[in-house]
């Protein structure tokens, strides 16, 4: 297991703190949140550890699979077939024998998917049903698992001694796997770091053959994986489909998500609102824009960004042809995809860099800027790839991800669309990040210089 420590030392707190009775563990699907369960469970005492995946099933299934895990202790134990509720079973095993257990029940949302009592059934058995055992719950639904910890109306809150939420690999995690530079790019790039996809690439020879065999395959392993993953969280993605693929041929307005998804430009919103709250996709706000509501969408889970650029739109193709497709979808707009992939990880270091001396001062907010400029006489609406800022101090930076070196073009440009950012007096600075460095004449200039990441 990479990059888990912290991670494992929190659960072996929780377990060692006769204080502790329940602890959260929620992420994104695939991210390693049962790997990590599992891997702790082998490294102690088994046999005092029970696991249980829920299914989806109704109440009284998953109540019958939780007791079938739990006979392996109680195979001999008739009372077991009366016990007719979750309740039954803890409050029992908290008094049938001097014990603790450790009880991991996985997917916990689901089992409260259809089943409005039984989060309030659980909060009753932290509180009285426990004993001295240890009660871990799983989830994926990354709503309901926050709501859960942090909504103070819902049953569980304030019930979790311990909560650990399972991030995506870093980028710099992701390099120390894939040593080479652009390796590691197109990596986070496709999987966002996503554990279990990041472990299908290191099967492979060369990145390039891992992206061919796992999507560009009609038996791809990734080839319907968000199809899939969307299948498992909703009733019908039909319209949702539609939405990502709007956002995935660039759409970035809501009326126009809208437009080309064929829905009310007022409906739109609750399809955008759920697939938010799935972490699928984010509002990028333009925090230093004079508009009250500057905001765009963006599929911000990489795995669904490149799926619904590239492959969703060319399932007929792949299936008909198969890995010969990519040579004609994998066009130009891949090195836009990568470049874009390339700002947010330059963006997502921007802390890292202000802690290592690189940035002159710590951010408060990062983000990216997009507004109108003045040239030649005529407006035209720009990006900048960079903002960060705190009150006195702001960055304003590009990121190329590109085989030619910055030079003093790209340095001119950049610095003649500043006027244009409303900075609020603080003082600027100019940041270049590159992939293939700058040129001398650039290296002597005032600017904070990323070579790579």
Not at 45 to 62: I, K, L, R, V
Not at 370 to 395: F, K, P
Not at 423 to 445: E, M, N, P
């Amino acid at each position: 297991m990479f990059f888990r420590e912290k991670e494992l030392r929190i659960l072996e707190d929780f377990q060692n703190n006769d204080l502790h009775k329940a602890c959260a563990i929620y992420g994104r699907r695939r991210v390693g949140k049962t790997e990590l369960i599992l891997a702790y469970i082998r490294e102690h005492d088994p046999e005092s550890c029970y696991y249980y995946q829920c299914t989806g099933y109704d109440y009284a299934t998953c109540l019958s699979d939780f007791k079938s895990v739990l006979r392996r202790d109680f195979s001999d134990d008739t009372i077991f077939d009366s016990l007719a509720s979750f309740r039954d079973v803890f409050s029992y095993l908290s008094k049938v024998r001097n014990k603790s257990y450790f009880i991991v029940i996985d997917e916990f949302p689901f089992l409260c998917r259809k089943n409005d009592d039984a989060a309030v059934e659980f909060q009753w058995i932290i509180d009285h049903a426990l004993g001295s055992s240890k009660l871990v719950l799983l989830g994926s639904n990354l709503s309901f698992m926050k709501s859960q910890i942090n909504d103070t109306e819902a049953p569980l809150y304030g019930r979790f001694d311990d909560m650990i939420e399972v991030m995506p690999f870093t980028f710099q995690e992701i390099k120390e796997l894939f040593p080479v530079f652009e390796d590691a790019v197109d990596v986070y790039a496709v999987t966002g770091g996503i554990a279990q996809y990041v472990m299908m690439f290191r099967e492979y020879n060369s990145v390039r053959e891992a992206v061919l065999s796992l999507f560009f395959d009609k038996n791809g392993r990734l080839f319907q994986e968000t199809r899939n993953l969307l299948m498992q969280e909703l009733r019908d993605v039909t319209t949702y489909i539609s939405v990502l693929r709007a956002l995935g041929s660039g759409e970035k307005d809501s009326g126009q998500i809208a437009a080309k998804a064929g829905i009310d430009a007022r409906g739109v919103f609750a399809y955008l609102n759920k697939l938010i709250d799935m972490g699928i996709v984010s509002i990028v706000g333009n925090p230093l824009s004079a508009k009250k509501h500057d905001k765009r969408y963006r599929i911000s889970d990489s795995l669904f960004r490149f799926s619904f650029t590239f492959i969703e739109p060319n399932v007929s193709m792949i299936s008909a042809i198969g890995q010969e497709s990519a040579r004609f979808i994998l066009d130009d707009r891949y090195h836009e995809f990568l470049g874009a992939a390339y700002e947010d990880i330059i963006r997502s270091s921007c802390y890292g860099y202000a802690a290592a001396g690189i940035l002159p001062f710590m951010p408060v907010t990062v983000g990216k800027w997009w507004g109108n400029v003045r040239s030649n006489d005529e407006w035209r609406e720009t990006e900048v790839d960079l903002i960060a800022y705190d009150a006195h101090n702001i960055v304003i930076g590009e990121c190329k991800y590109k085989n030619k070196m910055i030079g003093l073009k790209e340095l001119e440009e950049l610095k003649a669309k500043v006027p244009f950012i409303a900075t609020g007096g603080r003082k600027a600075y100019i940041l270049l990040a590159s992939r293939a460095g700058f040129t001398d004449a650039v290296r002597k200039q005032d600017a904070i210089l990323i070579e790579k990441a």
